[in-house]
């Protein structure tokens, strides 16, 4: 015992060179800073000078003259370490050697952390689902966690959350917890302060930011979708569950089985479970398994022993409602250790390059007996376990291993390499663990191996271009092409053998050539104008391998470019579409084209058309004016379209010329009338035609196109609304039939008028009379006749008489009507005399302002009808108590009791009343002679609500036949109409 301690005593005593480590710190991101002097190391002791030391890292130290060891510049520690945890140091190990004579040391460089990395998370916006009626009280759920690449001291040190869309009211709803991992990693968790009410807020935006000491912070979006219905969250029974698991464990063994409750039924009573990513650390989770109905946890992976380290696993039981409710338990546990590693032997080389990328022996003499490397035996056992032994069983007439018994058994180079022609060494090598060990506590674990050594290559040849010089001839203005292909070789491998061919970007003709790195082949990127290059061309050519560093080679392309003329004329104005209207006048202008040279703009140029132009076109040859040579008719299916082909030439001996297409369109203009097809002299139909029943349908055409060739049809007179015609197809038909005012044998004059829809300056009018024979012989309704209407019989003589009966009764009627007539304008020239008397007649003392303005109606069975197709008028009534008021409703599609006729008869003196809902709008209809003067004639709102029409359109008497336009519609959609016996209304 007293000789252990003495010895221990001893080792501390001596100084930390003679055991060749040597333990120092730097900052991180510190500029080059001095470490450590080595003016009492080992090697100055054995008479090595610095310039013999090797320094491995020689990128990041260096050993001065003086032997100061310092840093060459700032070391990034996430860089240099990226695979450790927060809680692990970065250190480096730095080894120096010589070889002559032969000594090494150690530094163990530890880089101390800096706040330089700000937090980061690893998603940007997350979305959870989360129960109204999830209860406060323990309800929370772990959030995304930032990572810090800087050491713990350094990383996350704080969570905040904000609400971004909530009120005053909403404001508390979210809370934020703050829990740590075992290995000091803050873990935050959302948790639930007051209830949710999904009709209230259905949806929150929180914003959740991480902080580290320095200040620096990074922020995820956080959205709370508050939805309903599952109100029990699954239960853990234990909250925790710890155990210890033996390091050797098979793979697929049963570790532990976890179980919940959910006092919910169905699919929200059915729990899943899982491990919780987020809470968990990924290389501890990766060994598990769990069944997610039974809760089994299976090992999948080997474990492997960390020196008793406690691990943790958090585990989750969720139901499976559309949003599942969480419980969350930690499983803790401990793995025994065991021999179960087998070592690993490596090979380091420590002057390796990249090429190629596994090489680990240097080529070269230099290299000759030098230290190139050494053994690295690895076991991950622990250290009574780890102990192990190496030996180099081939391979010794290339590699001396100095001390097996190291841990870094370093190798000299016994004779120099060359890659071209040793490729590769191989070795055969062996090692096992439990080094002075007993067999029976310990069992060892032996490898033998073989091993390829390949010898590096060293980037020492240039590449040599085949040619590099080339000469070429050339035209300008080519389009773009290859020109020429450079070949180059290169002796060296992988990268110091891989050639790239380049164009110098800093060349100023650099944009017009294109190389491709890997073939060589050099191409024009677009035409190569003299003109802006010159007549010689030389471009540079630079050839580089990828070695490190590279080595190049230059050529160049020598180019005589051939000058041409390579300019026609350019358009300036150059339509593709002209138009020009029919009936234009021979010789008319109607576009201009313009060219100019881009060579020689003083060059003079000659307008022409080529021989596949229209004939009917010419062409200014000096101005470059269109003018055509016909009159254009647009009817004629050869006269619309028209191909014009225009040459500008330069005037001046090889010139050149450009050709130009262009599209010719003639247009349409109303010219032409509708032509109505002839219509039979009398048509003769049965004489109880019903209402809806066809009588005969016109047809016109029109030779014009669009609205100038679509025709409408109207009727002239319709006999008191008796007739009507479709505006768009010309069927007549039967639109309003009363026995009281039909003779069985009696004949209709139906004008006809068809027009076309241009503008009411342009539109144009056709006309046509249709005689219709209403024949008591015919009937369409008797089953003993045919069921037709439109049919033809010769009239036998018995008709005849019968015709020549009802034309006696209808002269009679007519002139009984004239004298009726006759009395009724009398009547209205005395009422007008004296209109206040005829007021207080209709309307008493008190009549309203303005009640002389009422239609005043003086022939006998006349009829007023307003046709509604919205809601507003309610009913029609005449003034007069007196008057005789048979009224028939019409059935409407929109409404059956919104469209009412009214008849008045057998009164000399009548107004009629139009009671509406609301106040009519103002329709304003014209109403023309057969002399086509007019004039203007207005319905309106009388001014306690209801509708009248002025007294000078019930005057309308005589026996000039007269008619009235369609009225316009401004704020509803209403047609008034107003038939007597000679006046009547063409309606569309």
């Known amino acids: 015992m007293e000789t252990r301690l003495l010895i221990t005593l001893l080792t501390l005593l001596i100084p930390t060179f003679s055991r060749g480590f040597i333990f ?83 530094l163990q460089v530890e880089v101390n952390d800096r706040n330089d990395e700000p937090p980061q998370f690893p998603v940007r916006e997350k979305t959870l689902t989360i129960p109204e009626n999830t209860p406060p009280e323990g309800a929370k759920w772990v959030l995304e966690v930032a990572t810090d690449r800087d050491s713990l001291d350094h990383g996350v040190n704080l969570y905040t959350l904000e609400c971004e869309d909530c009120d005053a009211d909403s404001e508390g709803t979210f809370g934020l917890n703050m829990d740590k991992r075992l290995d000091g990693v803050l873990l935050p968790t959302l948790a639930l302060r007051e209830i949710l009410d999904h009709e209230s807020k259905a949806w929150f935006t929180l914003r959740l930011t991480a902080s580290d000491s320095a200040g620096n912070t990074d922020s995820m979006t956080l959205n709370i979708n508050v939805s309903d219905v599952n109100d029990n969250a699954p239960i853990f029974g234990p909250s925790k569950l710890q155990n210890t698991i033996a390091e050797d464990l098979p793979v697929g063994s049963l570790i532990n089985q976890v179980s919940a409750t959910d006092l919910d039924s169905g699919r929200f009573g059915e729990i899943e479970y899982g491990f919780s990513e987020q809470a968990s650390l990924p290389e501890t989770v990766k060994h598990f398994s769990i069944d997610p109905v039974s809760g089994e946890i299976t090992l999948i992976k080997k474990l492997e022993n960390q020196g008793g380290k406690q691990h943790e696993v958090h585990i989750f039981a969720r139901d499976k409602a559309p949003s599942p409710l969480t419980d969350e338990m930690v499983w803790t546990f401990i793995i025994s250790e065991s021999n179960d590693f087998t070592p690993v032997v490596n090979f380091v080389g420590l002057h390796s390059t990249a090429v190629p990328a596994d090489c680990v022996i240097p080529e070269g003499g230099q290299f000759k007996g030098e230290v190139v490397g050494y053994f690295e035996v690895i076991d991950e056992d622990p250290r009574e376990f780890g102990d192990t032994t190496f030996e180099l069983l081939s391979g010794h007439e290339f590699l001396q291993v100095l001390d097996p018994t190291a841990e870094m058994k370093f190798v000299r180079l016994k004779k120099s390499l060359d890659r071209e022609v040793t490729q590769s060494i191989t070795v055969d090598v062996t090692a096992s663990d439990c080094r002075d060990q007993p067999a029976e506590t310990c069992p060892p674990n032996r490898v033998t191996k073989q091993m390829e050594l390949k010898v590096c290559d060293s980037n020492d040849n240039s590449p040599i271009l085949e040619h590099p010089n080339l000469r070429f001839d050339i035209d300008e203005e080519l389009p773009p092409q290859l020109l020429v292909t450079f070949k180059a070789d290169d002796a060296d491998i992988g990268v110091n053998g891989e050639l790239k061919y380049l164009i110098p970007q800093t060349w100023i003709h650099a944009r017009f050539f294109v190389m491709n790195p890997e073939t060589g082949e050099l191409s024009s990127s677009e035409p190569l104008d003299r003109e802006l290059l010159g007549s010689r061309v030389e471009v540079p050519i630079l050839v580089t391998d990828k070695g490190s560093p590279p080595r ?75 003018k055509s040579l016909k009159v254009f008719d647009y009817e004629k299916s050869e006269d619309r379209e028209f191909d014009v082909y225009v040459i500008a030439a330069e005037d001046q001996p090889n010139g050149l010329e450009n050709e130009l297409h262009i599209k010719v369109e003639v247009l349409d203009i109303n010219d032409n009338y509708p032509i109505l097809a002839p219509v039979q002299s009398v048509v003769t139909l049965a004489w109880d035609l019903r209402e809806g029943d066809p009588v005969y349908q016109v047809s016109a055409t029109d030779r014009d196109s669009g609205p100038n060739g679509r025709v409408q049809y109207c009727l002239q007179n319709d006999y008191h609304g008796r007739f009507a015609i479709q505006a768009q197809t010309g069927l007549i038909f039967m639109r309003h039939r009363n026995n009281a005012f039909i003779d069985k044998d009696q004949t209709f004059i139906l004008d006809i008028q068809a027009h076309d829809m241009a503008d009411e300056i342009q539109r144009k009018q056709s006309a046509v009379t249709l005689e219709v024979f209403l024949s008591s012989n015919l009937t369409m309704y008797n089953d003993t006749l045919p069921p037709t209407g439109l049919v033809n019989l010769p009239l036998d003589w018995r008709a005849m008489q019968g015709m020549l009966v009802y034309a006696a009764a209808a002269a009679g009627c007519l002139i009984l009507f004239i004298i009726l007539l006759w009395v009724c304008l009398m009547l209205t020239c005395r ?34 009808s307003m046709a509604s197709y919205s809601d507003q008028i309610q009913y029609i009534r005449p003034l007069d108590d007196d008057v005789e008021n048979q009224g028939s409703l019409f059935r409407n599609p929109h409404n059956e009791e919104s469209q009412i006729n009214g008849h008045i008869h057998d009164n000399p003196l009548a107004s009629a009343e139009l009671f509406a809902s609301s106040p009519l709008p103002k329709l304003r209809m014209e109403h023309m002679s057969s002399s086509a003067a007019g004039s203007p004639v207005e319905f309106s709102p009388h001014p306690q609500g209801y509708g009248t029409m002025p007294g000078g359109l019930g005057s309308l008497g005589g026996h000039s036949r007269r008619q009235m336009s369609e009225p316009v519609d401004l704020k509803a959609n209403y047609e008034v109409t107003h038939f007597t016996q000679f006046c009547t209304l063409c309606a569309h």
């Open 24 to 106: 120092v710190d730097v900052d991180e991101n510190a500029p080059s800073t001095f470490l450590k002097s080595l003016s009492e190391s080992e090697f100055v002791q054995k008479g090595v000078s610095p310039d013999k030391v090797t320094v491995q890292k020689s990128d990041l130290f260096e050993l001065k003259p003086n032997w100061d060891f310092v840093t060459l510049g700032p070391l990034d520690r996430e860089e240099l370490c990226p695979e450790i945890d927060a809680t692990d140091k970065c250190v480096l190990k730095v080894m120096l050697f010589s070889s002559t004579p032969f000594v090494t040391l150690t």
């Open 831 to 864: 009422k007008r005399r004296d209109p206040k008397r005829a007021n207080q007649r209709q309307f008493g003392p008190s009549a309203p302002p303005g009640a002389e303005h009422e239609m005043q109606i003086s022939q006998r069975q006349n009829r007023i």
């Open 552 to 626: 190049n080679t230059t050529g160049s392309l020598i180019m005589r470019l051939r000058d041409i003329n390579d300019n026609p004329p350019r358009y300036i104005n150059g339509p593709g579409r002209l138009t020009l209207f029919e009936n234009s006048t021979i010789d008319q202008e109607f576009g201009t084209i313009r060219a100019v040279d881009d060579d020689e703009p003083s060059v003079p140029i000659v307008y022409s058309l080529t021989s596949e132009s229209s004939p009917h076109f010419d062409i200014n040859p000096t101005t470059g004016q269109l």
